[in-house]
């Protein structure tokens, strides 16, 4: 059923806390696991600069040493929960978050996504936007969404 | 020197009410950047690994001119010249020979250091996080007064395209600003910069040809052609024109002249292009197209001051009674004047908010990198996730954005004196620690801060110096200690501020322990004659043991 899961991160708690259910299903299919880490390009755009967003564009991103160890740092974290047992394949790219999280999916024959959610509601969802909201629109994949708020409220 | 303008105008420029086609387009304008913007925002990456197309220096000259030309190079410098005749030039020549200094001795070796943001220098060469911190707070405080001034011009062609009050109109336009960048950063980058530079300069030099063309004063080359109209008010109407050092002292004009050549060299928005340029070549070329873009608008604001001045004398009365604001809008009051079309002024005045606007967009994101990247990523939360670095990178420009709105109401100068206040601030703080930490090996952490400091000193005090009495009524006068302000003046404090400043920094690093091997080596790969490989930083090469190519 499930032959290759996709777990994306950007390496907050609220995406790790769906990596478990994650190594979880795989261990159960004999699935691959995908970690995939997006550079937000309109985050970097805020956060970093403008010309920032150019270099990735042009190819650069390798001379951007710290971005690259943050981002391989967060998908290390998938594979060294998921053991020598599962095979796990490290991805970064760049983009918008579920734009390129949904177009990694159909181009590498992801089976189920799986990923955490803050739930956030209301005011700071209409502001700040929920990634997994975005990419459940635009996915046709089936997604598992992991909430991070804990059963007791 | 400082006085508080005056926001009055017997001109009939904003009597017109609301003006249909100039509304549109401006309208059409904000649509095209947004439109821009959205057809190449970036969705995804095809490869960010292996190097593909770059943009060729001629786009990024364009791009250094539209970032760095803001609604004080378009409306102020014109306005200066015509107020303060000879002394503005000052601002002409200052502006200009900074390009120089950038070329030689900062443009190619900043793109081998090729970090982020131009706090990351400060921090990495002074390996210390306070320098991070007050390198940082500098940017937001340089944005902060530039966009004050970027809010004043574009209030008043708010006023005059809409016919709305002047307050109205900043923070319409101010808001439209703000909005666009807070949502979609600067959308579509170099592609959107290098249309607001063509938009920009194609509106001010059609007014410029315009008005030379239907008064019979210019031809094919007004910026050369305008020589009898200068003459003719030098020697009838009034001597002081051209006259040098009659509004201002021979001190006054070096000292803005040398504050503006340094705050050129230490402007955070215009540095970081550098890191990014394909190669060493590309930052080069792209430092002498954006010089010569300059130019092209630079070599004609001293042609509408002469036009300007002689068709205000014309129509409205004594030039030399001038309002500051008339002043100010002096290039639209010419196409005004002139009695163009209102279609035609319409385009010069939209002109001048597409300069305003890819400033302030630009020192806007300088404002939220050094917050969100400098400060609260670098110093206090190392994990923080990309979307907590983008919340941060909003909130500041919401709050930054609602501030200076605020301010720029009730402006506290015209608006090159406003932009000449960030520069000398630039040129004072930023301009030595870049300069000494890429030329210098042995500039210590210790040198530089202490040199900051100083910096602050004079190029923040100064300002408060000057600005102060106009908002606390409490202290009278001009300035809170005239001295002060007579000897380093709130435009220009760079005269005494940089070298004061550098020497603060040659004497404690002398004293202090010299710095870590690697940031040495650093230094040196920075400025190496040897050429680098195109892909190499010159951390790369320090850190891979290579030895330094000048070693």
Redesign the interface.
Same mark, same amino acid.
């Given at each position: 059923m499930y032959d290759t899961i996709l777990i994306p991160t950007d390496g907050s708690d609220v995406a790790e806390n769906a990596i478990d259910h994650a190594i979880d299903l795989a261990e159960q299919y004999d699935a691959t696991l995908h970690a995939l880490y997006v550079v937000d390009t309109a985050a970097i755009d805020i956060g970093l600069g403008t010309e920032q967003v150019q270099r990735i564009t042009e190819g650069k991103f390798s001379e951007m040493s710290e971005l690259k160890a943050r981002a391989t740092e967060a998908t290390n974290v998938v594979a060294e929960r998921a053991g020598d047992d599962l095979e796990v394949v490290q991805s970064i790219e760049a983009g918008q978050p579920h734009t390129v999280i949904s177009q990694y999916a159909d181009d590498n024959d992801v089976d189920l996504v799986v990923m955490g959610s803050a739930g956030r509601g209301g005011v700071r969802r209409a502001i700040l936007g929920s990634v997994a909201e975005r990419t459940l629109r635009t996915t046709r994949s089936p997604v598992l969404v992991v909430d991070v708020r804990e059963d007791d409220d | 020197m400082i006085e508080p303008v005056l926001l009055e105008s017997t001109t009939g420029l904003f009597d017109g009410g609301f003006k249909l086609i100039p509304a549109l387009t401006l309208a059409a304008m904000l649509a095209l950047f947004l439109g821009v913007g959205w057809f190449f925002r970036?969705?995804?990456?095809d490869?960010?690994?292996?190097?593909?197309?770059?943009?060729g220096s001629i786009e990024n000259g364009m791009a250094i001119a539209a970032n760095w030309m803001s609604v004080a190079a378009y409306l102020g410098v014109a306005s200066t010249v015509a107020f303060l005749g000879y002394f503005g030039l000052a601002y002409v020549v200052g502006w200009t020979t900074g390009y120089f200094i950038l070329l030689i001795f900062l443009a190619a070796q900043f793109r081998r250091f090729?970090k982020?943001?131009a706090p990351d220098f400060v921090g990495d060469r002074y390996y210390s996080d306070l320098g991070r911190a007050i390198a940082a707070t500098t940017t937001l405080l340089i944005a902060f007064v530039y966009i004050i001034a970027q809010g004043n011009g574009l209030g008043l062609m708010a006023q005059y395209i809409f016919g709305v009050s002047y307050e109205v109109g900043v923070v319409l336009l101010m808001t439209i600003t703000i909005g666009y960048v807070?949502l979609?950063?600067?959308l579509g980058?170099?592609k959107n910069m290098t249309f607001q530079y063509i938009i920009l300069i194609s509106a001010f030099l059609l007014g410029l040809y315009a008005t030379g063309w239907t008064q019979g004063w210019s031809t094919v080359l007004p910026f050369i052609e305008y020589g009898s109209q200068s003459t003719e008010i030098a020697t009838e109407i009034d001597r002081q024109f051209t006259e040098p050092f009659q509004d201002a002292t021979y001190y006054h004009w070096v000292a803005l002249c040398v504050s503006l050549i340094a705050g050129t060299c230490g402007l955070p928005h215009v540095l970081?292009?550098f890191?990014?340029a394909?190669n060493e070549r590309n930052a080069r070329w792209g430092t002498v197209w954006g010089l010569v873009f300059t130019l092209l608008l630079f070599l004609g604001t001293t042609a509408y001051a002469a036009y300007g001045t002689l068709l205000y004398q014309e129509n409205v009365g004594e030039y030399t009674e001038m309002t500051g604001t008339e002043a100010d809008t002096l290039v639209v009051l010419t196409a005004h004047l002139a009695e163009l079309p209102d279609w035609l002024v319409g385009i010069v005045a939209a002109g001048a908010v597409a300069a305003g606007l890819a400033t302030t967009a630009?020192l806007f994101?300088?404002a +939220? +990198?050094a917050a969100?990247?400098d400060i609260y990523?670098n110093l206090y939360k190392e994990?923080a +996730?990309?979307?907590e670095?983008?919340?941060?990178?909003?909130l500041t420009?919401l709050g930054l954005g609602a501030v200076v709105t605020y301010l720029a109401l009730n402006p506290p100068a015209l608006i090159a004196e406003v932009v000449g206040m960030s520069f000398a601030l630039a040129g004072t703080v930023l301009f030595p620690v870049f300069f000494l930490g890429l030329w210098w090996e042995d500039a210590t952490r210790e040198g530089a801060i202490a040199g900051m400091f100083v910096g602050l000193f004079f190029g923040f005090g100064s300002i408060v110096n000057e600005i102060l009495p106009q908002y606390v009524s409490a202290i009278s006068g001009d300035a809170i200690v005239p001295a002060f302000a007579t000897v380093v003046p709130a435009t220009s404090s760079s005269l005494v501020g940089v070298p004061a400043v550098m020497l603060t920094i040659i004497v404690v690093s002398m004293f202090t322990e010299d710095p870590p091997e690697d940031v040495k080596r650093l230094v040196r790969q920075c400025h190496s004659p040897k050429p680098m490989k195109k892909?190499d930083?010159a951390?790369d090469v320090a850190t891979d043991g290579a030895t330094p190519a000048d070693d």
């Open positions: - | 970036v969705a995804s990456v490869d960010m690994w292996v190097a593909g197309r770059s943009i090729g982020y943001t807070a979609s950063g600067m980058a170099t970081v292009r890191y990014t394909d630009g994101i300088s +939220s +990198s969100a990247h990523t994990d +996730s990309q979307r670095q983008m919340i941060v990178g909003r420009i892909m930083s951390e």
